[in-house]
C-alpha cells in the first residue's frame, strides 16, 4: 500500500506532499494579491449543503498581531503550553497574517477544509502557512468582545480555526505519516 511508484504526481499532488506548517516568517507583508488569492481559495472551499457558514477576517500588521498576541497570553497565563514553538514564538507564529475563521454554529468541518484550501494555495504561491486552533482560547477569555468588536464579527459568532500565512523564513523537516493507518477494501 502506498509505495512510492503508485503515487501519481502532478502538481497538485506535489504541492500537497511539500506543504509543511512553517513556523518562522521573514518580516515582510504579504501583497494584496497574494492575501486576497489565499482568502479566495478559502471562499472556494465546499461547505456542508453549500452553507458557506465561515465568516472570515485577515488581521494584519505587527502592531495588531502582537496586541492580539498578548491578550492570548494574558487569557491562557504565562505558563500555559498552547502549542509548538509558544515558548519563543507569538501565537501568531511570527506570520505577517492571520486569517480567523468563525461561524454562527460550529461549522469545524467547514472551517478545516477551507484551512486546507488556504495552506495549499499559500503553499503553491512560494508561501508558508501553519493552522493554528490554539488562538481559539482567546475567543474564550475576557479579551473575546474586544477582539470581535476589532475583527467586526458579531458577538454571538463563535472562533473556529485560523490559518497563518507569509514568506517561509525555515524548511520545516518533513514529519513523516502512518500509510498503516490508510486501507483499501476490496479489489
Ligand atoms: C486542526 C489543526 C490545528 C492546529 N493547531 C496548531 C496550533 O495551534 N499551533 C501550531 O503551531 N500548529 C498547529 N497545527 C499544525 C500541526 O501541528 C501540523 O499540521 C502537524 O504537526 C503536521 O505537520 P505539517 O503540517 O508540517 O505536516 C494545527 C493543525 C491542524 C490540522
Same mark, same amino acid.
Given at each position: 500500500?502506498? &509505495?512510492? &511508484?503508485?503515487?501519481?504526481?502532478?502538481?497538485?499532488?506535489?504541492?500537497?506532499?511539500?506543504?509543511?506548517?512553517?513556523?518562522?516568517?521573514?518580516?515582510?507583508?504579504?501583497? $494584496?494579491?497574494?492575501?486576497?488569492?489565499?482568502?479566495?481559495?478559502?471562499?472556494?472551499?465546499?461547505?456542508?449543503?453549500?452553507?458557506?457558514?465561515?465568516?472570515?477576517?485577515?488581521?494584519?500588521?505587527? +502592531?495588531?498581531? +502582537?496586541?492580539?498576541?498578548?491578550? #492570548?497570553?494574558?487569557?491562557?497565563?504565562?505558563? !500555559?503550553?498552547?502549542?509548538?514553538?509558544? +515558548?519563543?514564538?507569538?501565537?501568531?507564529?511570527?506570520?505577517?497574517?492571520?486569517?480567523?475563521?468563525?461561524? &454562527?454554529?460550529? $461549522? #469545524?468541518?467547514?472551517?478545516?477544509?477551507?484551512?486546507?484550501?488556504?495552506?495549499?494555495? !499559500?503553499?503553491?504561491?512560494?508561501?508558508?502557512?501553519?493552522?493554528?486552533?490554539?488562538?481559539? $482560547?482567546?475567543?474564550?477569555?475576557?479579551?473575546?468582545?474586544?477582539?470581535?468588536?476589532?475583527?467586526?464579527?458579531?458577538?454571538?459568532?463563535?472562533?473556529?480555526?485560523?490559518?497563518?500565512?507569509?514568506?517561509? +523564513?525555515?524548511?520545516?523537516?518533513?514529519?513523516?505519516?502512518?500509510?498503516?493507518?490508510?486501507?483499501?477494501?476490496? &479489489?
Amino acid at each position: 500500500m502506498f &509505495e512510492n &511508484e503508485n503515487i501519481i504526481r502532478n502538481s497538485t499532488v506535489d504541492c500537497i506532499l511539500s506543504r509543511r506548517s512553517v513556523r518562522a516568517y521573514k518580516d515582510e507583508p504579504l501583497t $494584496a494579491a497574494q492575501l486576497e488569492t489565499v482568502l479566495y481559495a478559502g471562499l472556494w472551499a465546499p461547505s456542508g449543503r453549500n452553507s458557506q457558514p465561515l465568516t472570515v477576517r485577515a488581521l494584519t500588521g505587527k +502592531d495588531r498581531l +502582537d496586541a492580539l498576541n498578548a491578550d #492570548f497570553w494574558r487569557t491562557v497565563g504565562p505558563d !500555559a503550553k498552547p502549542y509548538s514553538r509558544c +515558548d519563543v514564538n507569538p501565537v501568531y507564529q511570527t506570520a505577517p497574517a492571520l486569517i480567523l475563521m468563525f461561524s &454562527e454554529s460550529g $461549522a #469545524f468541518t467547514d472551517a478545516g477544509i477551507a484551512a486546507e484550501n488556504m495552506a495549499l494555495a !499559500a503553499k503553491s504561491l512560494g508561501l508558508g502557512s501553519v493552522i493554528i486552533a490554539s488562538v481559539g $482560547a482567546l475567543f474564550d477569555g475576557e479579551y473575546a468582545s474586544k477582539w470581535k468588536k476589532t475583527l467586526e464579527v458579531p458577538e454571538e459568532m463563535r472562533f473556529l480555526l485560523a490559518v497563518a500565512v507569509g514568506v517561509p +523564513d525555515e524548511d520545516p523537516p518533513v514529519k513523516p505519516r502512518d500509510a498503516g493507518k490508510y486501507r483499501i477494501i476490496g &479489489e
